[in-house]
């Protein structure tokens, strides 16, 4: 079946709008840390499934991936520490945003720099809290 542009455009626009998004800033900073403004202990609390915004500025540290990617940001699991699903993500230098939803599972995770970034990339790592 054939689509024509018009057609396709109004299937968008029957697509119903999200509602509002919890809105997540962090800095990937080159220091090797991520950081939140205003807490001296960056540390993200959701709700679970929830739809989440994450708007990230990433600044390059003294080392970065070959496809120029500067940070990463992988959610594991504190139990086990297995990868959660859609939330492997790579930084390049600059601003970006990711749409995620939250994990569906309530309890403690942990955020993790999958760049080796600096000789600090180590310590490069925050706390995720999923709230029932």
Known sequence: MVV????????????PKTAAQHVIEITADKDSRYKMARLRTPE???KAGEQVLLRVTANRGKTWN????IHGF?????TDRTKVEGWDLLFKPGKQEFVLTAPQEPGEYEVVCTVICSEDHEGMHMKLTVLP
């Open 44 to 46: 993200i609390t959701v």
């Open 74 to 78: 992988t959610l594991l699991r504190a």
């Open 66 to 69: 070959r496809d120029g990617s």
């Open 4 to 15: 024509g542009i018009a057609a396709v455009g109004a299937l968008f626009a029957m697509v």
